[in-house]
T-cell receptor, first 117, second 115 residues
Framework: EPEVTQTPSHQVTQMGQEVILRCVPI?????FYWYRQILGQKVEFLVS????????KSEIFDDQFSVERPDGSNFTLKIRSTKLEDSAMYFC???????????????FGPGTRLTVL | AQTVTQSQPEMSVQEAETVTLSCTYD???????LFWYKQPPSRQMILVIR??????QNATENRFSVNFQKAAKSFSLKISDSQLGDTAMYFC????????????FGTGTRLTVIP
């Protein structure tokens, strides 16, 4: 069964460094998402991406964040200058998006644990 | 604004027993989906079950079923014949036709299955 994959599973970085989190969505899906979960808190939406552009973003997704689909398979989240409070689990998700405007199901990757020291 | 509320931070159940996790939501939309996701200690988010708001019949997936009360905006998850592998954090989530289909999550219920 197709699944969303994410790399790396754990990333440790120094404050102020740039990090790139990578995701490979399910191949026939059209919508891609990033969510964040700070330890002990609920999952929060960051950004959605469709047709090679951002479809929607939350207040969390400020200028330090960017997303890109550099090729036909990868979907990346870049944090330009990491802060301590960026430490969290980052989940990528994808959905078919063919039934719009009817909502569709999002399938999540296993997450990348980002630790900012 | 859409909100999802899970009022039970923690629950426990004896193995083989049945447990129900509560979830309420608030929306002015008429067409939406509701989901239960499971997050085991590995922290991966796994889809358990989903419910389309326009369907009156409650969704069922093996030992997992929902009680969807649209008028009350309630969406509870029933786990029958609980197994040790059901121990996890369970998140209720919601999305609708507005915006880009992003999910709104509740704060989660930590379920422990006791042998």
């Amino acid at each position: 069964e197709p699944e969303v994959t994410q790399t790396p599973s754990h990333q440790v970085t120094q404050m102020g460094q740039e990090v790139i989190l990578r995701c490979v969505p399910i191949s026939n899906h059209l919508y891609f998402y990033w969510y964040r979960q700070i330890l002990g808190q609920k999952v929060e939406f960051l950004v959605s991406f469709y047709n090679n552009e951002i479809s929607e973003k939350s207040e969390i997704f400020d200028d330090q964040f960017s997303v890109e689909r550099p090729d036909g398979s990868n979907f990346t989240l870049k944090i330009r200058s990491t802060k301590l409070e960026d430490s969290a689990m980052y989940f990528c998700a994808s959905s078919e998006g063919r039934s719009r405007p009817t909502p569709d199901t999002q399938y999540f990757g296993p997450g990348t644990r980002l630790t900012v020291l | 604004a859409q909100t999802v509320t899970q009022s039970q931070p923690e629950m426990s159940v004896q193995e083989a027993e049945t447990v129900t996790l509560s979830c309420t939501y608030d929306t002015s939309e008429s067409n939406y989906y509701l989901f239960w996701y499971k997050q085991p200690p590995s922290r991966q988010m796994i889809l358990v079950i989903r419910q389309e708001a326009y369907k009156q019949q409650n969704a069922t997936e093996n030992r997992f079923s929902v009680n969807f009360q649209k008028a009350a905006k309630s969406f509870s998850l029933k786990i029958s014949d609980s197994q040790l592998g059901d121990t996890a954090m369970y998140f209720c989530a919601f999305n609708d036709q507005t915006g880009a289909n992003n999910l709104f999550f509740g704060t989660g219920t930590r379920l422990t299955v006791i042998p």
